[in-house]
């Protein structure tokens, strides 16, 4: 089982930035998908963005051109960069491997308007 632990919420006005980390238990995580999922109070868990073993990235529309997700092989790390943050976007974030991690506790975001 690999392990996940998520850091880097906070509280931002809408128009700000905030980055996540994620750091990875897995030893090598080159091999595997990376994703971020969020989850709003009364919501369901949703996908905001996977990037795949092989370099492909893949984002909930209405994240596109704002998120980026990215790695650190080296570091065992996955980033989400949150650009332009709207208060529908907050969210606790979580950072999953699917098929190999469990769920961390996630990270808070809020963004005020």
């Known amino acids: 089982q690999v392990q996940v632990v998520e850091s880097g919420g906070g509280l931002v006005q809408a128009g700000g930035s905030l980055r996540l980390s994620c750091a990875v238990s897995?030893?090598?995580?080159?091999?595997?998908?990376m994703a971020w999922y969020r989850q709003a109070p009364g919501k369901l868990r949703e996908l905001v963005a996977i990037?795949?073993?092989?370099?492909?990235?893949n984002y909930r529309e209405s994240v596109k051109g704002r998120f980026t997700i990215s790695r650190d092989n080296a570091k065992n790390a996955v980033y989400l960069q949150m650009n332009s943050l709207k208060p529908e976007d907050t969210a606790v974030y979580y950072c999953h491997a699917p098929g190999y991690s469990s769920w961390g506790q996630g990270t808070q975001d809020t963004v005020s308007s």
């Open positions: 990037s795949t073993s092989g370099g492909n990235t």
């Open positions: 897995r030893s090598v995580i080159s091999g595997i998908a």
